[in-house]
């Protein structure tokens, strides 16, 4: 399984950014997508996922609700996440990660779920 992370970039506190997981090496619909992400000096943080499968079950992790929406693009094999009305607080490195599994309640915020890793992309908001 190997991930793509992209869309990085800078903006300003209230801006957009659209952030995109590329996954290869396996059947898209085999695997589950998350979000993670780390800012300098703290601990990486969960940030949205989705269970592979019908319905479309979505995780979030609490300051992104109502912010981020995680979609799947199943035609180009990409995980998608919307960010909206950033915040200086989301400054961060951010990883999608999978598995071949499918993320549970009890499950899907420890990075121990997923042991596949993309390479990380930037985003930075300034204030």
């Known amino acids: 399984v190997q991930l793509q992370a992209s869309g990085g970039g800078v903006t300003q506190a209230g801006g957009s950014l659209r952030l995109s997981c590329s996954v290869s090496g396996v059947t898209f619909g085999s695997v589950a997508i998350a979000w993670f992400r780390q800012a300098p000096g703290k601990e990486r943080e969960f940030v949205a996922a989705?269970?592979?499968?019908?319905?479309?079950?979505?995780y979030y992790g609490d300051s992104m609700k109502g912010r981020f929406t995680i979609s799947r693009d199943n035609a180009n094999n990409r995980q998608n996440l919307q960010m909206n009305t950033l915040r200086p607080e989301d400054t961060a490195v951010y990883y999608c990660?999978?598995?071949?599994?499918?993320?549970?309640?009890?499950?899907?915020?420890?990075?121990?779920?997923?042991?596949?890793w993309g390479q990380g992309t930037l985003v930075t908001v300034s204030s």
């Open positions: 990660a999978a598995t071949t599994g499918n993320p549970i309640s009890s499950t899907y915020r420890r990075s121990s779920t997923y042991p596949y």
């Open positions: 989705m269970r592979k499968g019908g319905g479309s079950v979505t």
